[in-house]
């Protein structure tokens, strides 16, 4: 198995961003504001391709019922395997900039974390699937999980209706895995308005990564 790549990317070769964070705490506005700010392809997981779509429905449908947390994880790192495949690879292969919301980060804070499978397990899994490709840099958008509650809309999807200690795991995970490699994941605090959120994005990246000054 390849191993996660833990240094800058090589000349030629785009640079790879993901966001994590627990629902509602501004992802998927930061990753277009960065995406748009670097002219990079935006992209998303589950969903960033047509079989992504399919098993973003089957994901996050609140009508899903008696899946077991196993398939979960594994559904999860078959959307990001062809997410890789299809979009990832080729757009930084080509030199191209990308910004994902969410990415392997999620599978141990949700799956590892939050249902109880074991996080090492869940990663090494994702690993597989990414085949060697992995972020040049996560930005972890914390937020405390009460007060992103307030943010999410009146229709949850199947994630989001999960209850309190659900998320309170899910932030403990995403907390844990930035402890754990500081050279790659960076924090940022999303309790901020959309603007100063952005602001500091922007700064980590240019000083992690030297994009977009």
């Known amino acids: 198995m390849a191993e996660p790549r833990s240094r ?8 790879f961003i993901a966001f994590e964070g627990g629902e509602g705490c501004g992802k998927s506005t930061q990753a277009k504001r960065l995406a ?40 999860m790192a ?11 690879g080729p757009a930084l292969a080509a030199g191209r900039h990308v910004v994902t919301d969410r990415f392997a980060g999620s599978s141990v804070a949700y799956q590892g974390f ?5 996080p090492a397990e869940v990663r090494r899994v ?3 699937a ?5 972020p040049d840099l996560v930005v972890l958008l914390d937020l405390d999980p009460a007060v992103a509650a307030g943010r999410i809309g009146p229709a949850p999807d199947r994630f989001e209706d999960e ?5 309170d795991r899910v932030a403990a995970g995403f907390r844990a895995q930035a402890d754990a490699e500081p050279d790659r994941w960076t924090v940022v605090d999303a309790s901020g308005s959309v603007a100063q959120v952005a602001d500091a994005v922007r700064a980590v990246v240019e000083e992690r990564l030297q994009l977009g000054s």
């Open 8 to 15: 800058p990317p090589s000349a030629g070769r785009g640079c």
């Open 36 to 75: 748009d700010h670097l002219g990079a392809v935006l992209t998303r997981e589950p969903g960033g391709t047509q079989v992504g779509v399919a098993l973003r429905a089957i994901l996050l449908d609140r009508s899903t019922t008696g899946l077991s947390d196993r398939a979960e994880a594994l559904l």
């Open 163 to 167: 209850s309190a200690a659900f998320h």
């Open 114 to 118: 939050g249902r109880g499978l074991d």
């Open 126 to 128: 994702s690993e597989w």
């Open 130 to 134: 990414c085949d060697g490709v992995w």
């Open 78 to 88: 078959a959307d990001r395997a062809q997410h890789v495949h299809e979009v990832v």
